[in-house]
């Protein structure tokens, strides 16, 4: 069953440049009980179409010129504040890159987990506290028991993040969104609470949004990839397909970017130049100032989103050659 749909989705910006279009016809979904990764550089658009989803664009403004964003095909754009909220509180939550800000430092982490259950399922402080160790024990955090009085800052890293995840999974929603759940993590830590995440997430059979920079990190616990360049899918495909062909060279340059255990001794490559300023996005396709397979064609005319294989799209005008190479 589709979970969520995103349509045509575009987010602009009004800045002081003149409009930023961040987010520029987006469509990607997600089934329950699927995991989509989407990856992209800072700036692709990848956060902010989370941000459109959850109706936190407010900071700075971002309007909504065009699009669809379904939840159990009911389109969010269009509902009622109050729906939508909702909406938020029980069926979809949200876990961010940096658990310290999101938490508040001067309530212990019980309290905080608590509230969900007081506020959204009316529960009494005792058997709020319950079930707030209960939790603290699911994403495995050791003593929770005793430490459920404990502040946010005296756990460690891992330990905040972990407290994040329960926290999103309090009300148990259909769909979690993370935006860079492991990054502020060491290497380590990073594959420990990604584990964690997809273990739940097969457990609840919830659907998964897990935003990232880092191809590494989903490789092992997502089904499929959308890869965001400057505001657009440029490749989306099944993960293990991506992994064994990509089929736009931005993607290949990702994967050629990351240590890979079956290619023991390669050198390790690095895309050339930066993303681009988006409120001066180049002509043609986006990448092409950083492309190594770049054609006069790449400067002036946008590659669309073409069909590349079932359910795998390349925004490339030379995917051919790319998938093939
Ligand atoms: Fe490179 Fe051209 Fe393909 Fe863009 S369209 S990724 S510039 S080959
Ligand atoms: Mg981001």
Known sequence: MTLLEVRDLHVDFHT???????VNGVNYSVDAGETLAVLGESGSGKSVTAQAIMGILDMPPGRIPKGEILFQGEDMLTMSKEQRRKLRGAKIAMIFQDALSSLNPVLSVGYQLGEM???????SR???????????????????????????HQFSGGMR????????????????IADEPTTALDVTVQAQVMEL?????????MGLILITHDLGVVADVADKIAVMYAGRIVET????????????????GLLDSIPRLDQKGRELYAIQGL???????????????????????????????????AGRGSACHFWKETLGD
């Open 16 to 22: 002081r440049d003149g409009i930023v279009k961040a």
């Open 161 to 176: 993040q972990r407290i994040m995840i329960a926290m999103a999974l309090a009300l148990e929603p259909d769909l979690i």
């Open 275 to 309: 993303p681009p300023n988006m409120s001066r996005v180049p002509e043609g396709c986006a990448f092409h100032p950083r492309c190594p397979a770049a054609q006069d064609i790449c400067r002036s005319e946008l590659p669309p989103l073409a069909e590349v294989g």
């Open 237 to 252: 495909a099944p993960v293990k397909e991506l992994y064994k062909a990509p089929a736009h060279p931005y993607t290949r």
């Open 197 to 205: 995440l997809a273990d739940l997430q097969r457990e609840f059979n």
């Open 126 to 152: 005792k058997e709020a506290r319950a079930k707030s160790i209960e939790l603290m024990d699911r994403v495995n955090i050791p003593a929770a028991k005793d430490r459920v009085r404990d502040y946010p």
């Open 117 to 123: 259950f007081r506020v959204h399922q009316g529960l």
